[in-house]
């Protein structure tokens, strides 16, 4: 564009400058608004207003806004204002349409887009399986403290058979010598003379009449005091637990020696309908639940995948659970397979049916990921996938602590470790339960749309062990997340998932307190475990279950034949076989309904082939942002893209014509 100076250079002579009747959009300027330079020619008179409105008139006449040039050019003021009116209201309604479009992209939207896909060969899912009882009765050792939980059972039946002589006329209930332990390798029982009781060898001379005759206090050598502080039941140690919250039951603390409970004594003071107030009371060490739980062959007695038979030992994991005890986990990360039948996938990656796994940035010891073996399958129906025939071993259970019986199963993502306490199946003996799977992959979109993440983030107490081989998971983050918070404010853990070989012990008023405070800070918000978001991607299993009686009196001899031929005879299973086949004298009948009463059988297969999968996808884009911009410019001020230059352009000669104003 020319500028103003190159167009209006006037000679020194006293002919006046030219006046500017083809500029309609200001009045032409007289002769003093202008000013002679060095060279003899005329240059506008900054001070005059006229000349300066003249520069500035100049400079926007040109500009390819509409409505800006309008302005300058109206030659009245009511023009003026109207021009002045039109553009504030354009330029007003478009900033505001502006903002409610920044605010739209800024949210991030997204949208939800559903679909049904059709695959060929799917990767199994894992099958987690554990029994409700946690350990076995006869396992336990007659020197652990929880030793009279063992013998609980029996004292609580006998005294409500001595209380029923009372109630009931015609009752006369009394309790042998056979009743009780008194003699032979388990002999740890003492009878009372009076025929109402069996107590423990300890409780005798320990001080105090456990027998309702006192025949237990009877002919006890006399003790010094000395003695009687060494004596095997010490007083129990006082304990503060008044203000306290989270203790059920303050007598347990102050009436109880933990050290040497006498457990008949802590069911007595229990106040619930279900004991739990005991519970806390009877957590065990991992060597302990080690030690003293089923062995996994003894409970998954057959197993097949695929109508091929699988061993337990080899083809599934072992884990051990606070709650359960001991478990197995079929397809597990954790379990070293060679099988050529299995599918290979990195769990870094999306392959294999979209499953992936992260590797827990801040948990891994190596940054490399790990290829696994896993099951898969191809075949539908429950002829298919896994079966497996359970055996509960109901006579060892400890009834106070496993009040059910049955087993807990959980069919979850391979690459994800099992959550026990918030999605399982529970499976009662004498049921065949099919449970039927189909598959559900989530996929989010991460930051800025979503929160979510791929690794489990740092500080969590995730065993070694276990980093690297398990994906990220929102509720087993918060599990981690919730132990952690419980150790840093007492100590100790909860759960045997952070590889404790210790958990809190609750028989201490002051950790109990310090758990329960804990849990109360997490329900009302004040602690949180924020680090937990939702995972990018999520691959869950959808169940349904069906059940039906187990197993069939035509079934039986098919079953006993075939456990003859497969367990060997020293086995627990084999042996609790002979005996109920002897007990009933070849009665397939009554064989069936001990079968029913101990054994169930599992089987957990696809549906169908095809899963669902749902994606989030960004429901507003950088690029419709930038169109919806130019389409309202283009509404509202007549902008374009190329109009911005010409803005610019502009800019740079107002600038030019402001400085040479000043």
């Known amino acids: 564009m020319e500028s103003f100076e190159q167009r209006k250079v006037f000679p020194t002579t006293t002919t006046p400058p030219p006046t500017y009747s083809s500029q309609p959009s200001f009045a032409a300027p007289a002769q003093d608004d202008f000013t002679t330079k060095a060279?003899?020619?005329?240059?506008?008179?900054?001070?005059?207003?006229?000349?300066?409105?003249?520069?500035?008139?100049?400079?926007?006449e040109n500009v390819a806004i509409p409505g800006v040039p309008n302005l300058f050019k109206a030659h009245n003021?009511?023009?003026?204002?109207?021009?002045?009116?039109a553009n504030i209201v354009c330029w007003g309604v478009f900033g505001l349409v502006m903002y409610t479009l920044f605010m739209k992209f800024s949210d991030y939207p997204t949208v939800v887009n559903a679909d049904i896909e059709m695959g060929s060969n799917l990767d199994f899912p894992a099958v987690t399986i554990c029994n409700l009882n946690r350990v076995q009765a006869q396992r336990i050792s007659p020197k652990s403290k929880f030793y009279g939980l063992t013998k609980l059972y029996r004292q609580v039946m006998m005294d409500i058979k001595m209380q029923s002589n009372e109630k009931f006329e015609g009752f006369s209930f009394r309790v042998n010598p056979d009743d009780c332990y008194t003699s032979g390798p388990e002999a740890s029982e003492y009878h009372c003379e009076d025929w109402t009781n069996c107590i423990e060898v300890q409780r005798v001379c320990d001080g105090i009449d456990d027998c309702n005759d006192k025949s237990d206090e009877t002919g006890c050598p006399t003790m010094s005091p000395g003695d009687m502080n060494s004596s095997t039941t010490t007083a129990a140690p006082m304990q503060e637990t008044k203000d306290m919250k989270g203790i059920a039951n303050a007598d347990m603390y102050s009436k109880v020696n933990w050290s040497n409970p006498?457990?008949?004594?802590?069911?007595?003071?229990?106040k619930t309908d279900d004991y739990r107030d005991i519970y806390p009371f009877t957590y065990m060490n991992q060597t302990e639940v080690e030690h003293w739980s089923n062995a996994a062959s003894d409970f998954v007695v057959t197993c097949s995948f695929d109508q091929n038979d699988c061993d337990v030992t080899r083809d599934m994991f072992q884990f051990l659970d606070e709650r359960y005890g001991r478990c197995v986990t079929f397809n597990s990360p954790m379990t070293d397979r060679t099988d050529s039948m299995l599918s290979t996938f990195s769990n870094a990656d999306n392959t294999g049916g979209k499953t992936s796994s992260g590797t827990g940035k801040g948990n891994s010891t190596s940054g490399k990921p790990k290829t696994i073996k896993f099951e898969n399958t191809a075949r539908t129906g429950i002829l298919y996938g896994l079966k497996a025939s359970l055996w509960m071993d109901v006579n060892e259970y400890l009834s106070l602590l496993s009040p059910a019986v049955g087993a807990i199963i959980s069919v979850h993502n391979p690459n994800v470790e099992p959550d026990l306490q918030s999605s399982a199946i529970v499976v009662q003996p004498g049921q065949f339960a099919q449970i039927g799977v189909k598959r559900v992959?989530?996929?989010?979109?991460?930051?800025?749309?979503?929160?979510?993440v791929d690794d489990f983030p740092e500080g969590l107490p995730i065993p070694e062990k276990k980093q690297g081989m398990y994906k990220y998971n929102q509720q087993i983050c918060t599990k981690y997340c919730h132990q952690k918070l419980i150790y840093d404010s007492c100590g100790c853990y909860e759960s045997f998932m952070t590889g404790a070989q210790?958990?809190?012990?609750?028989?201490?008023?002051?950790?109990?307190?310090?758990?329960?405070?804990?849990?109360?800070?997490?329900?009302?918000?004040?602690?949180?475990?924020?680090?937990?978001p939702m995972a990018c991607l999520?691959?869950?299993?959808?169940?349904?279950?069906?059940?039906?009686?187990?197993?069939?009196?035509?079934?039986?001899?098919?079953?006993?034949?075939?456990?003859?031929?497969?367990?060997?005879?020293?086995?627990?299973?084999?042996?609790?076989?002979?005996?109920?086949?002897?007990?009933?004298?070849m009665e397939f009948d009554m064989i069936a309904d001990e079968m029913k009463a101990e054994m169930a059988r599992v089987s957990v297969h696809y549906e169908t082939m095809s899963y669902e999968t749902i994606d989030f996808y960004a429901s507003y884009t950088l690029v419709q942002f930038i169109a919806d911009i130019g389409g309202y410019m283009g509404l509202f001020v007549g902008v374009c893209a190329m109009t911005l230059f010409e803005v610019i352009d502009w800019a740079l000669q107002l600038s030019f014509c402001t400085g040479r104003l000043s």
Request: aromatic share 14%; charged share 20%.
């Open 39 to 60: 060279d003899n020619t005329w240059q506008p008179n900054p001070e005059k207003p006229n000349a300066r409105r003249a520069i500035l008139a100049e400079c926007s």
């Open 77 to 85: 003021i009511p023009l003026k204002a109207f021009w002045l009116v």
């Open 262 to 270: 006498d457990w008949y004594e802590v069911y007595q003071m229990s």
């Open 441 to 452: 992959t989530i996929s989010r979109l991460p930051e800025p749309y979503s929160k979510c």
């Open 502 to 532: 210790v958990l809190c012990q609750h028989h201490n008023a002051t950790v109990t307190a310090c758990v329960f405070d804990v849990y109360e800070q997490i329900s009302s918000g004040q602690l949180a475990c924020d680090q937990c």
């Open 538 to 585: 999520d691959d869950f299993f959808q169940t349904s279950v069906t059940t039906s009686t187990w197993p069939l009196l035509n079934y039986v001899p098919f079953f006993i034949d075939y456990m003859w031929k497969t367990v060997e005879e020293d086995a627990p299973l084999r042996r609790w076989l002979d005996t109920i086949i002897e007990q009933n004298n």
